[in-house]
């Protein structure tokens, strides 16, 4: 199977930047593509950006469009989720995800992606 770790969560005032990553391990030549997926408190996890296994083709929800970029290492199975000028709103639990390739990939769903990391927590104050 396949572990995801996530890493790189933190405390920021609103404005600042952090940078998240995630080591897979295991069955890491079943991973495709990976994405970051956030929960804020009280509400459902939804996606927030996605990456091909390639890197070519992304995918960014609306409300982190040019602040957030994702990329990845595919030597180092590692995906990094860059988030920029942080706004409270952004404050959730940011989680890992890991699924079939892409183009199989109709919605961005919990149901979409098989594997997850424990998720790291995002705290942006005012």
């Known amino acids: 199977q396949v572990q995801l770790v996530e890493s790189g969560g933190g405390l920021v005032q609103a404005g600042a930047s952090l940078r998240l990553s995630c080591a897979a391990s295991?069955?890491?030549?079943?991973?495709?593509?990976m994405a970051w997926f956030r929960q804020p408190p009280g509400k459902a996890r939804e996606i927030a950006a996605a990456?091909?296994?390639?890197?070519?083709?992304?995918y960014y929800t609306d409300s982190v469009k040019g602040r957030f970029t994702i990329s990845r290492d595919n030597a180092k199975s590692t995906v990094y989720l860059q988030m920029n000028s942080l706004k409270p709103e952004d404050t959730a639990v940011y989680y890992c995800?890991?699924?079939?390739?892409?183009?199989?990939?109709?919605?961005?769903?919990?149901?979409?992606?098989?594997?997850w990391g424990q998720g790291t927590q995002v705290t942006v104050s005012s």
């Open positions: 995800a890991a699924g079939p390739p892409l183009r199989s990939i109709v919605v961005h769903t919990t149901a979409s992606y098989r594997y």
């Open positions: 295991g069955r890491t030549n079943t991973i495709y593509t």
């Open positions: 990456i091909s296994w390639s890197g070519d083709t992304t």
